[in-house]
């Protein structure tokens, strides 16, 4: 399944974006999907996961309480509601698939191409 996430951009301290990753080439329907950033000089780190049927979500603790992950199966879509973002909060964005409800970055097979976001202080 190839993933593409999208809905970057510069926003201010305190505003909102959505990012969505959509699929072609396969149903989201049969991964858990997750959220992943890298901010400039640092690792790539989980940020959400949700799994197959949108009832089970988790959240990095930096991103609780002001980031939610959803799905629309039908859509093969997933997304990513970004709220209160922080100056701390930019970093490229990845959404990824995997075949198991997992936090950890070696579960995740497939990776979407990264979107930017940044947030002026």
Same mark, same amino acid.
């Given at each position: 399944?190839? $993933?593409?996430?999208?809905?970057?951009?510069?926003?201010?301290?305190?505003?909102?974006?959505?990012?969505?990753?959509?699929?072609?080439?396969?149903? $989201?329907?049969?991964?858990?999907?997750? #959220?992943?950033?890298?901010?400039?000089?640092?690792? @790539?780190?989980?940020?959400?996961?949700?799994?197959?049927?949108?009832?089970?979500? !988790?959240?990095?603790?930096?991103?609780?309480? @002001?980031?939610?992950?959803?799905?629309?199966?039908?859509?093969?879509?997933?997304? $990513?509601?970004?709220? %209160?973002?922080?100056?701390?909060?930019?970093?490229?964005?990845?959404? !990824?698939?995997? *075949?198991?409800? %997992?936090? @950890?970055?070696? %579960?995740?097979?497939? #990776? &979407?191409? &990264?979107?930017?976001?940044?947030? *002026?202080?």
């Amino acid at each position: 399944v190839q $993933l593409q996430a999208f809905g970057g951009g510069l926003v201010q301290t305190g505003g909102s974006l959505r990012l969505s990753c959509a699929a072609e080439g396969g149903s $989201l329907n049969n991964y858990v999907m997750g #959220w992943s950033r890298q901010a400039p000089g640092k690792k @790539r780190a989980f940020v959400a996961v949700i799994n197959r049927g949108g009832g089970d979500t !988790a959240y990095a603790d930096s991103v609780q309480g @002001r980031f939610t992950i959803s799905r629309d199966n039908a859509k093969n879509t997933v997304y $990513l509601q970004m709220n %209160s973002l922080e100056p701390e909060d930019t970093a490229i964005y990845y959404c !990824a698939a995997a *075949s198991r409800y %997992s936090s @950890r970055e070696q %579960s995740y097979n497939y #990776w &979407g191409q &990264g979107t930017q976001v940044t947030v *002026s202080s």
